[in-house]
């Protein structure tokens, strides 16, 4: 493991932290969007852009989505955009499989909390990044994660091994996660560590933290396995591809 860095524990309360890195060559096998493609890459975190009780109140929207299906293995999904939802071993599409149902799990406040917060991580990647934030789309997949203990059943239940955002999805050029959990108090384990060359760095999840980071190889990383409780986040991803650009989901 070599030498492990923490960027931001979960005492901490970060306004900004932002660490650049050198942008990889990964973005020049994809088609360049001046004033959006990364010119300047790193990583960051805060926790002023989303509070504790909006972070409570969308870990509630998942904890209901996520009461419908569940992974037989560790590692749970919810996309709200697809429909998509992890049950047993396989994926069902929440949307025709619950059908009119949907209307008694989700509420309009829930997608409007979803579509505001989804917004202000937005902002907030732009600025950092220097770039504007209408050059950004949304893109999938987006989606809430439930991860615990229980050992994986099939290899999507198997969500620690390394990888690159940017060469796993073509689309994404930067990554957001919200955590809708606390880091050694709802579970243990589950740390995010970016992997670099010379040392290993850290983030402790934290309800209502949100990091975010250009998505190519300066930013290799991976999730360490949960080893006791439950690890709620969201990732919220973006492109500079308008084709590749998806809507908000509407309930």
């Known amino acids: 493991e070599g030498v492990t860095e923490v960027l931001a524990h979960r005492s901490d309360n970060l306004q900004d932290k932002f660490m650049e890195v050198p942008c990889s060559e990964d973005y020049e096998s994809h088609k360049r969007f001046a004033g959006c493609t990364p010119r300047k890459c790193g990583r ?14 969308i870990r509630r929207i998942a904890e209901r989505g996520l009461s419908l299906g569940g992974s037989d293995g560790g590692a749970s999904i919810l996309d709200l955009h697809s429909g998509a939802l992890s049950l047993g071993k396989h994926f069902v599409n929440l949307y025709r499989y619950f059908g009119d149902k949907i209307q008694d799990i989700f509420t309009e406040e829930d997608f409007a909390l979803y579509r505001d917060v989804r917004q202000r991580i937005q902002q907030r990647i732009a600025q950092v990044f220097g770039i504007s934030s209408s050059a950004l789309y949304l893109t999938k997949p987006t989606f809430f994660s439930r991860m615990n203990s229980t050992g994986a059943k099939t290899t999507h239940d198997e969500y620690w091994h390394p990888h690159v955002d940017k060469v796993t999805y073509g689309s ?20 995010f560590v970016f992997m670099d060359a010379d040392s290993n760095k850290t983030v402790e999840p934290r309800a209502g933290r949100v990091s975010f980071f250009t998505s190519g190889s300066e930013n290799l990383h991976r999730v360490e396995r949960v080893q006791w409780g439950t690890r709620f986040a969201i990732t919220i991803s973006f492109t500079c591809d308008p084709q590749h650009g998806i809507g908000d989901p509407p309930l």
């Open 44 to 57: 960051g975190v805060t926790d002023a852009v989303v509070t504790r009780e909006e972070a409570e109140r």
């Open 172 to 191: 994404f050029d930067y990554t957001s996660l919200l955590y809708l959990s606390d880091y050694s108090k709802d579970f243990g384990g589950g740390r």
